[in-house]
């Protein structure tokens, strides 16, 4: 601890020294109102959507103190990432309480679902320096992006050009951590693209916890005079000790993983005066090897690959009576492993929206259906609608209700072994959600509260029936009730002609599993049931930025802890030098299963930009 206050203070020591040498600009801080959300087919400005939605900007991104997504969104008041080691070696993403197979995240739209568990959403999670924003979709979403959006969805949105541009960047710090990356934007007359590389390693900060992490990304515009079309591909592949993620300590097992996931899309979208058709084709695989024994290959390995092959196109027309959405997405999945045998699944989904305004446009509602088939699940359908009054210049007030479903993952289905166990019989989840709210958007403050319910039936968990029995079996819980609050603060200001942003937020969770004894289930009684976060960003000198971030969590478990992050950031011409501290003040605390996060840590940057 005393080493590190040591180490800011250097840092800024060396700031005041060159401050008087240095012309290097402000870093802007994003306007929230000229944000356009992206879905699939109704695009509207971030202040005109009757959702609740957050907006992870690049500058948000910049101050994070963050080194990968799953880091970053932990910062997010209702979004609970619960991570079982660093380097974003392996992690599960939760909204409002719903599950790992719950959440949807999509890259540029396009939907990253696993067939084969959700634990394996975040293996396509991108490197920080590609990403332009991150759209948070709160609520069921289903009807806009179908069943896997249960409880929300995330969508990655990729930077789209760099004009002609190479940065390399070096880390290195506790547990051995050392990490290296370059990307490199080129501008070629009738193309755009923009290829990052990076590889993060580290020893480990317990035993078994050491990890080989690499990332590759291409995205290319091409025919852009004419008819562009947009190709994106990326390789993640992770390599990691997995030291009781999955099972206890005293089972003895010393346990490691490696996946790999691929992404490849093409997309183009086609415009007239009134209609945009924005069809797309693409290719996602996800690769996974887990041992219960490292050095013991023999002892017990499951392997699976799933592949999904998918088709869409989606289309906006604006007529008189205001904007219609719809569109086609057909996908096909196969799954080959040694443990849940060679399955495959087919789906199709059919979406119609439409966006009505009245009262001189201070009034939409937004009805809307999803239908979906699924090969193993039959035919299902998830209507919703969405409303939203403008009361006044940059204050709207809305509300929402859906329905929403989820398919069981193959691993829900046939998975045994590690101490749990599928179930061939169990029924899809169902539920039903409402929500209303209001916020605030200006460039200088804002601000958004909600309240929401969620009446569910079916929920999937891995529960057993007393403490002597050591399998979890995947079950069907009859009913579950979930309701909650969110609020979240925005303040940008200057001192001194310096930008300075001030972002709270604070989530409350409550619902009825805990009728049930914890020690019964694996997953569904580690909910967050208060959720504080804050982060504090703060320019004093021209060429040094500082950030401090603050998570308070209460899971239902009773268990609770604080955790402080902070950087500093020196921009010195083309070079930029950092220093990042992680739970500075030594907290113990465990965020999914067995494994204890790390103690306070620090990470050095040196990133150089080429002219």
Request: glycine share 8%.
């Amino acid at each position: 601890m005393k080493h590190i206050g040591l180490l800011f203070t250097f840092l800024l020591i060396s700031a005041f020294r060159l401050h008087a040498q240095q012309e290097e600009p402000m870093i802007k801080i994003d306007s929230l109102s000229e944000v356009v959300v992206t879905s699939n087919r109704i695009d509207l400005p971030f202040k005109e959507n009757s959702r609740t939605i957050n907006i992870v900007t690049a500058t948000d991104i910049k101050n994070s103190s963050a080194v990968t997504i799953a880091d970053l969104l932990q910062q997010v008041a209702g979004v609970d990432i619960r991570r079982r080691g660093t380097g974003g070696s392996q992690a599960d993403l939760f909204i409002r309480g719903g599950g790992f197979d719950q959440t949807l995240l999509l890259i540029d739209g396009i939907k990253m679902d696993d067939a084969q568990t959700g634990h394996h959403i975040m293996n396509a999670a991108l490197p920080l320096e590609v990403i332009e924003r991150i759209e948070i979709i709160k609520g069921p979403a289903a009807r806009v992006f179908g069943q896997n959006a249960f409880s929300g969805a995330i969508n990655i949105v990729t930077k789209s050009n760099l004009s002609n541009s190479v940065s390399a960047n070096l880390e290195a710090g506790s547990f051995g951590q050392l990490n290296g990356s370059l990307t490199v934007g080129s501008e070629l007359g009738n193309s755009t693209h923009i290829f990052h590389a990076g590889k993060m390693t580290s020893e480990g900060y317990r035993n078994n916890s050491d990890y080989n992490n690499s990332n590759f990304f291409l995205k290319s515009i091409f025919n852009k005079k004419d008819q562009p079309i947009e190709m994106i591909a990326t390789f993640l592949e992770r390599k990691f000790g997995a030291q009781n993620f999955y099972t206890p300590s005293s089972w003895g097992f010393n346990e490691y993983e490696e996946t790999q996931n691929s992404l490849v899309a093409f997309t183009t979208t086609f415009k007239s005066e009134k209609l945009k058709i924005r069809p797309r084709v693409y290719w996602k695989r996800n690769q996974d090897m887990f041992l219960l024994q490292r050095d013991d290959p023999n002892f017990f390995r499951n392997f699976h690959i799933t592949d999904k092959l998918g088709a869409e196109a989606n289309a906006a027309y604006t007529s008189k009576l205001g904007i219609t959405g719809f569109g086609i997405d057909l996908s096909k999945v196969y799954l080959r492993s040694n443990n849940l045998g060679h399955r495959n699944r087919f789906m199709t989904t059919l979406f119609l929206e439409h966006r009505f305004q009245f009262a001189d446009d201070r009034l939409d509602i937004t009805p809307g259906v999803a239908m979906t088939y699924f090969s193993d699940f039959k035919f299902n359908a998830f209507p919703g609608l969405d409303i939203g009054f403008d009361m006044a210049n940059n204050l709207k007030a809305y509300g929402n209700i859906g329905f929403t479903y989820r398919i069981p993952t193959y691993t829900d289905l046939y998975y045994n072994g590690g101490g749990s166990a599928g179930n061939p019989d169990l029924e899809p989840e169902e539920a039903f959600a409402q929500e209303l709210g209001i916020k605030y958007i200006s460039p200088k403050i804002g601000a958004s509260i909600s309240v929401f319910n969620r009446d569910a039936t079916n929920l999937i968990d891995y529960i057993r029936p007393n403490t002597e029995v050591e399998t979890f079996t995947a079950t069907n819980i009859a009913e579950v009730n979930t309701k909650g609050l969110e609020i979240d603060v925005a303040y940008n200001f200057k001192l001194d002609d310096f930008n300075q942003s001030l972002a709270i937020g604070y989530a409350f969770l409550d619902d009825n599993i805990l009728d049930q004894n914890e020690e019964l289930s694996r997953y569904s009684l580690n909910t967050l049931k208060h959720h504080f976060t804050t982060r504090f960003s703060t320019q004093l000198l021209k060429n040094v930025r500082q950030n401090i971030v603050y998570k308070y969590a209460e899971r239902t478990t009773g268990q609770t802890y604080n955790v402080w992050d902070a950087s500093i950031v020196m921009t010195l011409k083309q070079v930029e030098l950092s220093i990042m501290a992680s739970n500075i003040f030594d907290a113990e605390y465990i965020e999914s299963g067995f494994t204890p996060m790390p103690p306070s840590n620090v990470l050095f940057g040196l990133r150089y930009s080429f002219k």
